[in-house]
């Protein structure tokens, strides 16, 4: 009899316990997502002197109609991704790797608060900050850009 108390116990102990852990793990977790995010190209630019790199002029779409059209974008090119993945195309794959991580880069700074402007300068961050994209010629890194620039106009 006792032990059978006992494990009653210390079950109801160890799941209040486990209850506990998560509500701090669930605290923690929005308190992050209440802090305001550094932005690039608004708090912190990078450190080059290309003009590629640099914040675009002109008027844009707002930070709410600029989300949906980029994630148009991006729903476009995730179909062209899946489409080459079920066919074995790795050449197409990669194509569209680019330009669907720097269209996921611009929504990420948009959805962080950055202007259109600021979100395309920050979207071309992923040529300068990733080793994977870094090879990527200019050109094309300027044609994506022209290409933002002229979707979010």
């Not at 486990?18 to 630019?45: D, M, R, Y």
């Not at 080459?84 to 880069?105: H, I, K, N, S």
Request: charge should be neutral; aromatic fraction near 8%.
């Amino acid at each position: 009899m006792k032990k059978v108390i006992f494990e009653n116990c210390s079950r109801a102990f160890l799941a209040t316990f486990c209850f506990l852990v998560l509500g701090v793990i669930g605290a923690n977790a929005q308190t992050k997502l209440t802090e305001v995010p550094l932005v690039p190209g608004v708090s912190n630019p990078p450190a080059t002197s290309s003009p590629l790199y640099s914040v675009p002029t002109g008027s844009f779409q707002n930070g709410t109609v600029a989300i949906t059209t980029v994630d148009g974008k991006l729903l476009q090119l995730k179909a062209i991704l899946e489409l080459a993945l079920t066919q074995g195309d790795a050449t197409t794959f990669e194509a569209t790797m680019v330009p669907y991580r720097f269209y996921e880069r611009i929504n990420i700074n948009l959805h962080a608060g950055a202007t259109t402007a600021n979100a395309i300068a920050a979207g071309m961050w992923i040529f300068l900050e990733s080793a994977q994209y870094a090879a990527i010629p200019q050109s094309t890194q300027q044609q994506l850009k022209t290409e933002a620039i002229n979707l979010l106009h």
